[in-house]
């Protein structure tokens, strides 16, 4: 069995691909920083865990992920803030669960090859 840091260094070695292609999404705009509570005061009232594709960078960077599971917790994330601030119906919310999906689908995408997307 590999070490932890091993492991958390291989999987951000997959991770950090995904994460690039989720922010070149037109659609990832607004998940790709954490929300600013400047214009949006009471999102901290809504929200008590925010997370953001540039949170998720900061994870794989650290090596905080041992799991393929803790990054699909992430994004899952994403969406359920969106539910909860923009609502379930809103554009915004089928935006978070668009990247969801494709953050899903490129992980399995990517962990049935064993390799780096190209």
């Known amino acids: 069995m ?11 070695s997959v991770l950090k691909p995904i994460v ?8 990832s705009a607004l998940f790709r920083r ?5 214009l949006y005061p009471t999102y901290l009232n809504v929200v008590s865990q925010p ?14 992920y041992l799991e393929e599971q803790q990054f699909i917790d ?6 359920n803030n969106s539910i909860a601030f923009n609502g ?13 999906l494709a953050g899903f689908d490129f992980l399995k995408k990517m962990s049935a090859e064993g390799k780096e997307e190209t």
């Open 2 to 12: 590999l070490p932890k840091y091993l492991k958390s260094s291989r999987l951000a």
């Open 51 to 64: 997370m953001s594709l540039q949170r998720i960078q900061a994870k794989i960077d650290a090596n905080q």
């Open 34 to 38: 954490d929300v600013d509570t400047n």
């Open 20 to 27: 690039v292609k989720l922010g070149k999404m037109p659609i």
């Open 74 to 79: 992430d994004l899952q994330l994403i969406v």
């Open 88 to 100: 379930i119906n809103s554009p915004i919310t089928a935006n978070a669960n668009s990247i969801f």
